[in-house]
């Protein structure tokens, strides 16, 4: 019998209501004649208020006590879930990531699964119940509870679907699909059919939040087919799969703000200085992303790297120490950098994109801070303030711009019915 793997995402479950449209599907499946297993993320906004909550009792709330309390709100949705498809008539059984047999790192908060123990599941798909899994949780072989950091439900799918041998993965979002760019901030940004593994894997990694990075990893590792999809629609979203011949020079632009940059100035030019700052960094836990160190003037450089905003507080007591140790002269943040990023498998062979990049900047008068570059993309960070009209320029002149307008198309087929009612 075949499996059908599919993760709804906060949004496909903000609402009783849509609770109800989730089950209407997942049970239409099982009618259908398929095993049915899904992942579910935590209602609406729900993790976001529950990190809210622990900042406000400690600015600084310890990684395991923030695992148990995240943990809840898959929990929350998983078993509402389970209850909404019983009341349809159908079998289900919820499992929280340790009843699903997800086992995962020690690393709280950033997690990576390691194992998936199936039994328990696999029974319960025999005995034909529709099974829903908290996403986004593991539990260590200790036994601790861990989560997989933000938007890891998709990657508890992506790894269930490929333990499980399931050919696809559906992951239902709010959008359409994936767009050549987000379509909040690129009204005219047009939803791909289909997009390369590879291409997925850049735009995660440059920040493109609509899928988890390493989602997408494990379905190229195991061969997943991902499909994104609406969860409030019908139309048959985006395939992620593995490159057709033809590749386009840019298939999609990422936006991430989710950085700061840092600068070292005034740093002694001496062997090692930079392994000794970042080896600091690294022993912090923190991952830098993009590093510029600049030519040396009287024996002295500077030195400039972004990271995510959110390590910042760990990284300050880190550069204050460096800076004493190194006699450097100071340091200076800048909270207000956004990371643009052109990803598209055609750069491989032709050249010249960055330099159409760098033109279409320069016309608008947008400063270019840091750049960096991979085979199949380039980035650049700018100052925020200019950020949105860069994206939306470079997606213009790309040719990336697409006929139609994003609307938001949040509503299931009842609560659209119940609008239509009222209208009368
Ligand atoms: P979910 O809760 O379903 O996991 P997310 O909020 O994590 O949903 O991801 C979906 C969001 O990702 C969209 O609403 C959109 O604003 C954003 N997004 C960013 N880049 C893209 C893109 N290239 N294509 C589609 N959506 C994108
Ligand atoms: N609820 C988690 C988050 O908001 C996981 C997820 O949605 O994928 O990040
Ligand atoms: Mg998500």
Redesign the pocket.
Known sequence: MDLVVA??????LASSRRIRNVARRLFAYQQQGYQVLAVV?AMGKTTDGLLTLAREVNAQPPARELDVLLATGEMVSMSLLAMAIEGLGGQAVSMTGRQAGIVTTTRHNKAQISRIQTGRIRRALDKQQIVIVAGFQGITRAGALTTLG??G??TSAVALAAALGAQGCE???????????????VPR?H??DSISYEEMLE?AAA??????MRAVEFARNFGVELT?RS?FSDNPG?LIKEADMESALVS????DNSEAKITIRGVPDALGIAATVFAAIAHAGISVDMIVQNISENGHTDISFTLPAGDLARLLPVLDAQVAKLGAREYLVDESITKLSLVGAGMRTNPGVAAKMFKVLSQHKINIEMISTSAIRISVVIATAKSEQALRALHTAFDLDGDEIFVESQLTPDEQAAKAQKGR
């Open positions: 993760k709804f995402g906060g949004t496909s993320s933000r938007g439900s998709d992951l239902y979002t709010d959008v359409e699909g994936i767009y050549s760019a987000d379509p909040r901030l940004a939803k791909l735009l920040g493109a939040g609509v899928l988890q994104c969860a985006t999609g632009i990422a936006y």
